[in-house]
């Protein structure tokens, strides 16, 4: 039984910075493309960054490069998401995606063969 669960969600000034922490337990992430997608209310759900299958490289939506760090802890079955330079627009639900055997190509395709998604977590960013 595959379980993700996202956690480290939170209200923060502009400006500030925000880890968020994904726990998959039930996979083995060598198996699994791990990603980062968002949320916001009144729009469709958006990549954010991902950890690619098959070479562990990573990925960052234009939006986020250069502010937002990925990274794993294998022994911990941990995906994390470091955030800075946090802005307004960043506010959204954000969700721990699991794909199996599929190397990143794009985030549209990406999102139409996940496996399994965490719950979400919520970031606020105020002004």
């Known amino acids: 039984q595959v379980q993700v669960v996202e956690s480290g969600g939170g209200l923060v000034q502009a400006g500030g910075s925000l880890t968020l922490s994904c726990t998959a337990s039930?996979?083995?992430?060598?198996?699994?493309?791990m990603a980062w997608f968002r949320q916001a209310p009144g729009k469709e759900r958006e990549g954010v960054s991902c950890?690619?299958?098959?070479?562990?490289?990573?990925y960052f939506a234009d939006s986020v490069k250069g502010r937002f760090t990925i990274s794993e802890d294998k022994a911990k079955n941990t995906l994390y998401l470091q955030m800075s330079s946090l802005k307004p627009e960043d506010t959204a639900m954000y969700y721990c995606a699991a794909v199996f055997q599929r190397a990143f190509i794009s985030w549209k395709l990406l999102s139409t063969v996940v496996n399994y998604w965490g719950q979400g977590t919520q970031v606020t960013v105020s002004s």
């Open positions: 950890i690619s299958w098959a070479g562990r490289r990573t």
């Open positions: 039930g996979l083995t992430f060598d198996d699994y493309t």
